[in-house]
């Protein structure tokens, strides 16, 4: 059983800067793909980031090139997404998503994510 578990969500003001952190509970060694998505209410599910683990690179969405940053800790066995310049439209809630195994495509759909975790909900005010 694969458990993510996510932190660093909460309230910030357009222009601002939040931190999010996905730990995963397996082995570090374990080869994956792991992604940041989000979904607001009443909008489906977007991908936002996505990194590999054994790979160097990182994939974006349009939306928030230039001002998130997606990063891996091996050893913490843990995925970060840097969030700066904020924005209102980035409110939503976020989820870290895990795909194990030797693909290393960063997948921009959901359906390629075998693990997911609660979410946290990400709210940016004016």
């Known amino acids: 059983q694969v458990t993510l578990r996510e932190s660093g969500g909460g309230l910030a003001q357009a222009g601002g800067s939040l931190r999010l952190s996905c730990e995963a509970s397996?082995?570090?060694?374990?080869?994956?793909?792991m992604a940041w998505f989000r979904q607001n209410a009443g909008k489906e599910r977007e991908f936002v980031a996505g990194?590999?683990?054994?790979?160097?690179?990182?994939e974006y969405a349009e939306s928030v090139k230039g001002r998130f940053t997606i990063s891996r800790d091996i050893e913490k066995n843990s995925v970060y997404l840097q969030m700066s310049s904020l924005k209102l439209e980035d409110t939503a809630v976020y989820y870290c998503?895990?795909?194990?195994?030797?693909?290393?495509?960063?997948?921009?759909?959901?359906?390629?994510?075998?693990?997911w975790g609660q979410g946290t909900l990400v709210t940016v005010s004016s």
């Open positions: 998503a895990a795909r194990f195994g030797n693909d290393d495509n960063l997948y921009t759909s959901g359906g390629y994510y075998h693990h």
């Open positions: 397996t082995r570090t060694s374990f080869n994956r793909i």
């Open positions: 990194i590999g683990w054994r790979r160097d690179g990182a």
